[in-house]
């Protein structure tokens, strides 16, 4: 039986709330004076909580990942999955060593490239191409080595034209195709990517999924893959790891691990949508409910296919926000978490400044172009676009609609069932 490429024992990561570092000077000093020289348990293990991120907690000191235990062997690609605040970006970080961990150790055998977040490990008054011979170099690859893959990385980003353009004035898109072929040309043993392949558009993600299948399955190198899109982590991975609350809860093969997953996925409607945690932003605006209702304005849990739908968000005000500015982004998706069909108020030409302290926001569909199934549903609120910095309230599942089909066409005969939407049209 072959040596294990990656060994992950008793590890554990945690972060003191509203500080920058793992601590103090005086602080590590006592540590070391009290676990060395009395011979005592830490006492800094002793505090803090599990980061569960659905629930208020008293302490300052949050378990980001606690007792880890796997091991990934050569030629695996793993799919790493949870929801948001899981631990998942923590754990590629470490193994990445970004970052080090507060317990426990990773083995590693090989060089290790990794895309973690847009411009990690990039100099940004550095060209392209100087900035690939840059992450050669970090990997131990002699310059004549990093030549011979360099017009194959050039071809595979895209961004021939202005590889000898400093990257600070890269769009996010061209900043993620580089390091992307960077990443997956270089020789290294283990290809880690987090879920940063989703700035991209469509056509290069699908690119870049048939690369990473190329390296694991063709190549035998390792790959350690974040993503929320469970169909490529089932398509592309042969092992998944299922994280919850900074804990490895499930580890197995890809296709059971991502079904436990969605399976578990319903409990965060246990939890009232004004009490979650579990959200992006800065809170000037909540997200404190959702309604579904009919033509009637009736209350619905259910919609038949091809009928009215009208979606109430309910917004609690905590802090001034620009009304004027306000973005509302409402994507709905299937049971495996694929995007189905999503809502941009910017694009549909939508004002709110007829908003007011706590109110409401409708969106309604006069026909749901829906086949029948349960869809999930993601809403965002930004002030003024859709960067990250921009965020007020993003949740994800925040509400679930159930479609019934329906005769969408009118032609006395029900439309098939099956979590995709459908289009107006017409044969002729």
């Not at 909580?49 to 008293?58: E, L």
């Not at 880690?192 to 999924?209: M, N, S, T, W």
């Not at 993003?394 to 005769?407: C, M, S, T």
């Amino acid at each position: 039986m072959s040596q294990p490429i990656i060994k992950v024992e008793e590890l554990s990561k945690a972060y003191q709330i509203g500080q920058i570092g793992t601590g103090t000077i005086s602080q590590d000093l006592e540590r070391f004076f009290i676990t060395k020289v009395l011979g005592k348990e830490d006492p800094f293990l002793k505090i803090g909580q599990t980061n569960d991120r659905s629930k208020k907690g008293d302490s300052n000191i949050v378990w980001s990942l606690q007792d880890i235990n796997f091991e990934v062997n050569q030629g695996d690609a793993v799919g790493i999955i949870g929801k948001n605040g899981a631990g998942k970006s923590t754990l590629l970080k470490l193994l990445s060593r970004v970052t080090s961990p507060t317990t426990g150790q990773i083995k590693v055998r090989g060089r290790i490239a990794s895309l973690l977040e847009v411009g990690t490990g990039f100099h940004p008054e550095l060209t392209g191409r100087e900035n690939i011979y840059l992450n050669g170099s970090i990997l131990g690859m002699r310059k004549k080595e990093i030549a011979r893959k360099l017009d194959e990385i050039i071809d595979f980003s895209g961004v021939e034209r202005y590889i000898d353009t400093p990257v600070k004035r890269y769009s996010s898109g061209m900043y993620v195709r580089l390091a992307f072929a960077v990443a997956a040309h270089l020789e290294s043993e283990i290809l880690i990517v987090d879920e940063v392949l989703a700035v991209g558009d469509a056509e290069f993600q699908k690119k870049c999924l048939g690369k990473m299948g190329d390296i694991s399955k063709g190549e035998g190198r390792t790959v350690l893959f974040v993503s929320h899109n469970m169909a490529a982590v089932k398509n592309l991975c042969n092992k998944g790891i299922v994280l919850e609350h900074g804990r490895v809860v499930y580890n197995n093969d890809s296709e059971p691990a991502v079904n436990f997953y969605l399976a578990t996925g319903s409990k965060v409607k246990d939890t009232s949508l004004i009490d979650r945690e579990d959200r992006i932003g800065n809170l000037k605006l909540k997200l404190a409910g959702i309604d579904f209702l009919n033509e009637k304005g009736e209350s619905i849990s259910q919609v038949i296919s091809g009928e009215y739908l009208k979606i109430r968000f309910h917004i609690k005000k905590n802090e001034p926000v620009d009304f004027s500015k306000l973005f509302f982004g409402v994507a709905f998706s299937d049971n495996q978490e694929n995007r189905v069909v999503s809502f941009y108020s910017d694009e549909m030409g939508a004002k709110f400044i007829h908003l007011e302290n706590d109110s409401f926001v409708d969106l309604t569909l006069p026909k749901v172009y829906l086949r029948g199934g349960s869809y999930d549903l993601t809403v965002q609120i930004s002030d003024g676009s859709t960067k990250k910095e921009a965020f007020i309230d993003v949740v994800e599942k925040a509400a679930e609609i159930y479609v019934l089909p329906g005769d969408i066409w009118q032609t006395s005969k029900t439309n098939r069932a099956g979590n995709y939407s459908i289009f107006p049209a017409q044969f002729g």
